[in-house]
């Protein structure tokens, strides 16, 4: 649904920045030899020369679009060169794409607030930029004026009697006369057209761009002048804009609203809705869509720039058309498993580069039954907390799609193996990681776990995951799976085979600002940053008596889903299987996790000290071998920091009070949820006649700040 915001009265200065047909730019980059030549991208299935997902705009001159197949495109255009998406595991591999996307987004983020809207669309919140350019060099003081910003167009200015159009936009760029607002809007075409120069400059890509006061305008003003132009919207050129443009090519009215909108009110361009008074519209869809449409009618929207350079989740997903529908168990596991590891190995690359966690797995699919009354009944979308290690994730979409398939067959009895052809058939399956949030180390990330997850993030046992959610599909269908905030443009699932746009969609985690770190830093130096919040969080297990880093072995089965089994051990494997792989030739027979521990010579409190130095104690001792061999090794000593938590009430508040840590700060309602010897604990806090139980580890649960 909508949301309708207040727009402030405050002059805002919003540009939408859009790549021109992306994937063809990236590989006309890639194959220098393919510039200027028509070019389209293909799918992976080749099936009448694969489904086209990007057309160059030489090729479109030709008449190709993007609904054809390669063959289609080869009648229209016989010189047409089509491009393969790269593959791995058997599907699409978007990263180079989303790299390339991301390489964009850094430069673009310099000059204000950028929200990565898609793998190729970027949002800019450009109004302090333009409040400084306006202070210090205003427009009218400008002598020369690039002749980008000159190419601009400017909705509603007449070019009279074929007057030289470049001089009417300086004109216009440059009045004195012009209100404040207006002068902000020619602040902010001047800086979107020098972005867009530099952004041609260092990556070679072209990308078009809309600059108007709100978000909703200046998306659709990019679309209007393609490729490698930019379009400026002044306020007195909005209803002419809306005036004629059709209510399906509105962001939010492309579904079903927009179909209500015309059937039941005959509305077919926004500007139909003028004639509703705003009562009206709340009548019939309700006071918060009602108003929404009534704002949108006259080009108001107060959305918020979010500052989002990263994915708020990630997907992966295969369609499986036609005959090549999934009818077996097996088949299906095949393919979970491959999305799973493309998954896993994408959420460690984020943690890893980001330090940011998913909460939630989520499984959808699009499914037929050829005997059933009810064969327009969706495959039920499937939710449970996210477990890290592409063996445990390949375990919980599994049980996902198990309880997806019960469901929709209305059957409890469902094949967990077999090659059968059982009545049933899946022509798309898609996994996606959502609720990520970053990790910040100690105590701190420990408290935006507590205040920050979600209440029905489960402690239940490995075999028995709770289906906590049921995310329906989206309105239009099977396509928009990989996205779970209904407010966030669709995700097209391109017909044939499609590794999902990520929601917001599709773009990787490898900032090209973390990646110029990376390459600043050791690698290795950015993944014991991620493993220094794993050492407090993996302190719970480390200190659980039989303490030994043995729980890293990937063999051992989890006990429980829960967030710390599920971070720190797999991750950990995981972290260290990618960082093995970097350091192979330079570091061989070492671990990487304890080089970690080696490496950290600044420890952020006395307690992490000498868990610390209890782990290089552990490391001495070790010998050198494979991951699992030698963190098996790491055997702690009982006698040691961990002995620290078996000490009275009184010492726990005291240490307690010394982190700066308090109680109350503890969401009570988590507490169940939590494993059954911290549970313990904290109702001893909370109750304090009651001791904690011997043998505590809920001291590591709240480890000391690095202030402290
Ligand atoms: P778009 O921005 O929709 O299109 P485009 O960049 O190719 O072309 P335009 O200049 O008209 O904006 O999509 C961005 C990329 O996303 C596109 O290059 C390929 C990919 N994509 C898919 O994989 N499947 C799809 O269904 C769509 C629409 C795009």
Redesign the pocket.
């Known amino acids: 649904m909508p949301v309708a915001r207040h727009e402030s009265a405050d002059a805002r200065i919003i540009a939408h920045v ?7 730019q990236v590989e006309q980059r890639r194959q220098p030899e393919l510039r200027g030549l028509p070019t389209a ?1 293909v799918q992976y299935n080749e099936w009448k020369g694969g489904a086209l ?3 160059g705009y030489e090729a479109r001159n030709f008449g190709v679009n ?1 609904h054809m197949r390669g063959h289609e495109a080869k009648e229209a255009c016989p010189q047409i060169n089509l491009v393969q998406v790269p593959v791995a595991r058997g599907k699409a591999d978007l990263s180079t794409y989303r790299n390339a996307g991301s390489e964009v987004v850094s430069i673009l983020s310099r000059k204000g607030r950028c929200e990565r809207a898609s ?3 970027v949002y800019l919140d450009l109004t302090d930029a333009a409040k400084a350019m306006l202070a210090e060099t205003p427009p009218e003081s400008l002598e020369l004026v690039d002749e980008e910003a000159l190419k601009s167009h400017i909705l509603g200015l007449k070019n009279e009697n074929g007057s030289d159009t470049k001089a009417n936009v300086r004109e216009w760029l440059c009045r004195s006369d012009a209100d404040h607002r207006e002068k902000l809007l020619a602040c902010g075409a001047l800086i979107v057209a020098e972005l867009r120069m530099q952004v041609l400059k260092e990556t070679e890509f072209t990308c078009s761009a809309g600059v108007a006061h709100n978000k909703m305008l200046a998306k659709l003003a990019s679309a209007l002048n ?2 490698a132009q930019q379009t400026v919207v002044p306020f007195s050129s909005v209803k002419g804009l809306l005036e004629l443009l059709p209510v399906k090519k509105m962001k939010q009215l492309g579904g079903k609203l927009g179909t209500s909108l015309q059937n039941e009110l005959g509305v077919n361009a926004v500007g139909d809705l003028l004639n509703f008074s705003e009562d009206k519209l709340q009548e019939l869809y309700g006071v918060n869509t009602g108003t929404w449409l009534w704002n949108t009618a006259r080009g108001i929207s107060g959305e918020e720039v979010q500052a989002r350079l990263l994915p708020k989740s990630h997907g992966s997903g295969k369609s499986f058309p036609g005959p090549r529908a999934l009818k077996t168990v097996d088949s299906v596991k095949h393919w979970l498993n491959q999305l799973c590891e493309e998954l896993n190995e994408r959420l460690c690359s984020d943690l890893e580069q980001n330090k940011r966690i998913a909460r939630t797995l989520t499984l959808h699919a699009s499914a037929f039954k050829s005997s059933s009354s009810d064969s327009f009944k969706k495959f039920p979308s499937k939710s449970c907390p996210l477990r890290y290690g592409a063996v445990k994730m390949q375990e919980d979409a599994f049980n996902l799609f198990q309880a997806g398939l019960r469901e929709y067959l209305g059957s409890c009895v469902v094949r967990t193996q077999g090659t059968h052809y059982n009545g049933w058939g899946i022509t798309a399956i898609s996994i996606s990681a959502s609720k990520i949030m970053p990790i910040l180390s100690g105590t701190c990330s420990i408290m935006k776990y507590f205040h920050g997850q979600d209440k029905y993030v489960s402690s239940s046992k490995q075999d028995e995951i709770n289906f906590i959610q049921d995310a329906p599909l989206s309105p239009s269908g099977s396509e928009n799976y990989s996205e779970l905030n209904s407010t966030e443009p669709p995700i ?1 699932f ?1 017909a044939e085979e ?1 590794t999902i ?1 990520d929601s917001v969609s599709g773009f990787n985690q490898q900032e090209v600002k973390t990646n110029t770190r990376k390459e600043q830093n050791s690698s290795c130096a950015t993944l014991n940053e991620a493993a220094d919040s794993f050492t407090r969080e993996t302190s719970p297990s480390l200190s659980s008596g039989t303490a030994s880093c043995s729980v890293l072995n990937r063999s051992k089965p989890p006990r429980e889903v829960h967030w710390d089994d599920s971070l720190d051990k797999s991750v950990i494997v995981n972290l260290k299987q990618q960082e093995q792989k970097r350091n192979a030739s330079k570091d061989k027979g070492k671990s990487s996790i304890l080089n970690f521990f080696k490496s950290r010579n600044t420890p952020c409190s006395p307690c992490t000290q000498k868990h610390n130095e209890t782990i290089q104690n552990a490391k001495a001792s070790s010998s050198a071998g494979g991951c699992g061999a030698e963190l098996n090794q790491v055997e702690l000593p009982k006698e040691s920091f961990f002995k620290e938590s078996t000490t009275n009430i009184e010492q726990i508040r005291q240490r307690r009070e010394a982190w700066n840590y308090r109680i109350e700060d503890i969401d009570l309602s988590v507490i169940d949820e939590l494993p059954p010897e911290i549970q313990n604990e904290i109702r001893a806090w909370v109750r304090p006649n009651k001791r904690p139980k011997p043998g505590s580890i809920i001291t590591h649960y709240f480890l000391p700040s690095k202030n402290s």
């Open positions: 859009d790549m021109d047909c992306f994937y063809v991208v997902i990007a057309v993007r793998i190729d669309e393609k490729p097209e391109s499609a746009r």
